[in-house]
């Protein structure tokens, strides 16, 4: 008999994997909130240390979002081993119950991506909507220039 029901392991390992959605949840409502105030509206006249400033501030959050996230992935697939190893003290029914977790690299690097897409969302804003003092890149129409 293991120290652990398998009940018991499949339990904590769908406690954390349901952590980690509430913390991936938290980084997407985050990220996209940062680009819907960043991106949403003129923006024309805002300084590039403003833009700097969100960049910089989200860029913070998402390295601690990642670190946390991929921590608790690292918790996951330990669980999810402690659920294998349960499984091999139960019936066939619980043999077939097998969790495989993501590896933490690929949650990584995922995130890392997304951060970066957000990153650059922020870049893009800011050079098409002419902040002080930069110059304008596209002066076509009236309506282009940089006030």
Not at 59 to 76: G, N, T
Request: charged share 20%; proline share 5%.
């Amino acid at each position: 008999m293991t120290d652990v029901a398998f009940k018991d392991a499949f339990d904590i390992y769908q406690k954390q994997s349901d952590s980690i959605h509430k913390l991936w949840a938290y980084f997407q409502v985050i990220s996209i909130a940062v680009l819907g105030y960043t991106i949403g509206s003129d923006k024309g006249k805002w300084p590039a240390t403003t833009y700097l400033l969100i960049a910089v501030s989200y860029f913070i959050f998402a390295m601690a979002s990642q670190w946390v996230i991929v921590l608790s992935q690292k918790e996951l697939r330990r669980f999810g081993e402690a659920v294998r190893l349960a499984s091999d003290e139960t019936g066939p029914v619980g043999k077939r119950l097998v969790v495989q977790a993501v590896k933490p690299r690929t949650v990584r690097i995922f995130h890392v991506l997304s951060t970066l897409i957000v990153l650059a969302a922020i870049g893009v804003t800011w050079y098409y909507t002419c902040p002080e003092p930069t110059p304008c890149k596209a002066q076509a129409t009236t309506e282009n220039k940089c006030p």
